[in-house]
């Protein structure tokens, strides 16, 4: 069974800090996508990367990059110089792409983000 | 602009009533979601729909009921079985599935439900 874990429920930092964020899955899928997602308190989620098991290049967009490593199924996110608009919930989700017909997606339980100016 | 419109934002039920919740989007997405999320949880698949006239039930579907009459709409109706529906309720839709090719989903600003 798939299953994504978010092991840092919340993360505080100082504005321009760097700040991980990580992400472990578990998928018996050889053909799989990963996706972030970010929650502000708006409530909304909003689609911010898709990831397909066989593109290991790392991905930098602006102040956010993304680590992807199959070895230790971990899909993890950066943000450089930490600002207080980064604020939010993030979560990473996973979807296999055999198993599952559709675009279905099994999430990580979130990492609250709080960013102090 | 394009979008996924959740109404309305906060909804309030008596014990034993059903009520629901509405979804639009003018997107053109085939595919149309819900999913539940309780405080400090992830989101939990309800039910989803891939074509109009046709859905299927997630991880927690009892005590919830949907219908897909309009590509477009995709209402979620919380029952008087749903024994803890107090929750933070969000809907989402995508394009098509491409082969293996699995598409991001794009979510509506949510519908909080509370229990009076």
């Known amino acids: 069974a798939q299953k994504v874990t978010q092991a840092q429920t919340e993360i505080s930092v100082v504005e321009k800090e760097d700040v991980t964020l990580d992400c472990v899955y578990e998928t018996r899928d050889t053909t799989y996508y990963l996706f972030w997602y970010k929650q502000p308190p708006s409530g909304e989620l909003v689609f911010l990367i898709r990831r397909n098991s066989f593109d290991e290049q790392n991905e930098i967009s602006g102040r956010y990059s993304w680590n992807f490593q199959k070895s230790t199924s971990s899909f993890n996110f950066t943000i450089t110089a930490s600002q207080v608009v980064d604020s939010a919930v993030y979560f990473c989700a996973l979807s296999e792409a055999r198993n599952n017909a559709g675009n279905m997606l099994t999430f990580g339980g979130g990492t609250r983000l709080m960013v102090k100016p | 602009d394009g979008g996924i419109t959740q109404s309305p934002k906060y909804l309030f039920r008596k014990e034993g009533q059903n009520v629901t919740l509405s979804c639009e989007q003018n997107?053109?997405?085939?595919?149309m979601y819900w999913y539940r999320q309780d405080p400090g949880q992830g989101l939990r698949l309800i039910y989803y729909s891939q074509i109009v006239n046709d859905f299927q039930k997630g991880d927690i579907a009892e005590g919830y009921s949907v219908s897909r009459e309009k590509k477009e709409s995709f209402p979620l109706t919380v029952t008087s079985a749903q024994k803890n529906p107090t929750a933070f309720y969000l809907c989402?839709?995508?394009?098509?599935?491409?082969?293996?090719?699995?598409?991001?989903?794009?979510f509506g600003d949510g519908t909080r439900l509370s229990i009076l």
């Open positions: 997107l053109n997405h085939d595919a």
């Open positions: 989402a839709s995508s394009i098509k599935r491409r082969g293996v090719e699995v598409q991001p989903q794009h």
